[in-house]
């Protein structure tokens, strides 16, 4: 694992302040979706489809999904799967999203390669409201993503071909600027750096 693209720096607001000026309900409504008849498709599709178990469900959504998310086939979604910003979620030819799987996506997105799994409770977070340039994804064909991994994406993730992640992994490419002692962390902002891990890895816990 390495670093990737410079260190970038944003001390924009937080989400709370950027929800004040937004307003909330256009803030909650642009972090799930592209806009706002998408969202009402998108929702209606999960209020129906989301919850339904078994391979019936995975039948189910494997078509209906293809109206919401890109996919280079019938996308292989396991039941109670979130997804934010579907529009920007790209999946691979038989990638497969495990139970209970969190995808938060931006403009830039999260790509999911041919044959990767991504295993149950895991979070791929890349949700942008400070428009750093670089944030995205990227996972190439045949990787394995433990159960309970979490990356964030912030800084920009690429992760290559035939890569392991042991459950419980963390990918974090961002983190809170602290130096003012002055004021809460949580108001100074961020710094955000790339994540680059090669083909072949694998990651223990």
């Given at each position: 694992m390495s670093a990737g693209r410079d260190r970038v720096v944003s001390r924009r607001p937080d989400a709370a302040e950027a929800a004040a000026k937004r307003g909330p309900l256009r803030y909650y409504v642009e972090a799930q979706s592209t806009g706002p008849g998408r969202y009402i498709l998108e929702q209606t599709i999960f209020f129906f489809l989301q919850g339904v178990p078994s391979l019936v469900g995975i039948g189910l959504r494997a078509l209906a999904y293809r109206l919401i998310l890109r996919s280079d086939g019938p996308p292989l979604v396991e039941d109670h799967v979130r997804l934010c910003q579907p529009a920007n979620i790209h999946l691979g030819r038989r990638a497969y999203l495990d139970h209970s799987v969190y995808l938060h996506a931006c403009p830039q997105g999260i790509f999911i390669g041919a044959e990767t799994f991504v295993m149950?409770?895991?979070?791929?977070?890349?949700?942008?409201?400070?428009?750093?340039?670089?944030?995205?994804?990227w996972i190439g064909r045949n990787s394995y993503i433990g159960e309970r991994c979490v990356i964030r994406g912030q800084g920009g993730v690429r992760i290559g071909d035939s890569v392991l992640l042991a459950p419980g992994v963390q990918v974090l490419a961002v983190n809170h600027l602290f130096d003012d002692p002055s004021r809460p962390v949580i108001q100074q902002g961020i710094s955000a750096q790339g994540i680059v891990v090669e083909d072949g890895a694998w990651i223990g816990a």
């Open positions: 149950h409770g895991s979070v791929l977070h890349v949700y942008n409201f400070r428009d750093l340039p670089n944030a995205g994804i």
